[in-house]
Structure formats: C-alpha cells, structure tokens
C-alpha cells in the first residue's frame, strides 16, 4: 500500500513552517501534528529520543498511549535506533519483539534521525492499522524528512 498523504507537500509545509524554528521540542509536535492529521490510517504518529545510552523515551505524539521507555535491545523502535537504519515492518505479528502499544497496529515504519556526526538522536515512528500500509515510497520520503530534521536540528 502506499500512505495516503502527499510526500512532497508535506516535506515543504513543513520546512516552511520551521523554517524559523529553532525548539526541537516545537519541532517534534509540529511534525507529528502535520503527519497525523494529513493520514486517517494512521494511528500513532511520534518520536522517541535518544535520551541515554541505549535508552529512547517517548516524545511528542499523536494517538493513543504510546510506552515511555524503550531500550535499544527491544522492538522496532530499538532496532532502528541500534542500527541507525529505517524499519518498514508489513506485519508486527511476525516480529518477535515487538512493543504493542495498541493492538489495532498491525505495520509500521520507523526512521531515525541523526545529527551531524551520524548519532542517532530520535527516531519517527509511523503505525497503522492495516497490513503493509507503507510502502517503500514512503520510507524515502520520511527517510527525507528525516534527514532535514537532523540537518537543521543536529548539525
Ligand atoms: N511499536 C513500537 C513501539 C512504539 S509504539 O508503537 C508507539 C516498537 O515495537 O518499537
């Protein structure tokens, strides 16, 4: 399937709307704001950052409840943060470690953010309720996304 929001608007609504922003905290919200709103399939729109060694804590979201910590050993979350590396998942039934936060999530797509030196500062997690809701269409563009953020973010 393929998310139901425009990639490239989005990308430049929301360069133009931080343009001027320097809060990460500010930065987060909005994107998570914009992302949801725009995708009626998705259910849980959000961050977790990095915030010790290993460990990720969530940070804004859109959606229901979201876990507060997840180490990097655990989830799809974790294994995006350890591997520096974007996690399109079609069924999270077939991952073993997977967080279920809400039950009705069945796939997902995680992409982290990194800062200048390629640390891993946050990660952007996507779910929706159907199977393989994201293609890897989507992946890119968030990986884009993801990739001005660390950029104007984490320099
Ligand atoms: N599904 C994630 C946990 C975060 S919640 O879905 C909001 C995971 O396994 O990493």
Redesign the pocket.
Known sequence: MDAAFDHDQLLKDLQAMLADEDDWTAAMATVACEIFQRDPQIN?A?F?RVVGPRLLKVGPYQGSH??LT?PFER????RAAREARSQRVDD?RE?PD?????NS?LS?L?VPILDGRGQVRAVL?L?AEALAYFCAGDARAMEGLAQWLGAHYFP
């Open positions: 849980w959000g977790y979201g876990c997840i989830g799809v979350c974790g999270v991952v997977h967080i279920a936060c809400s999530t997902e995680v997690d779910d």
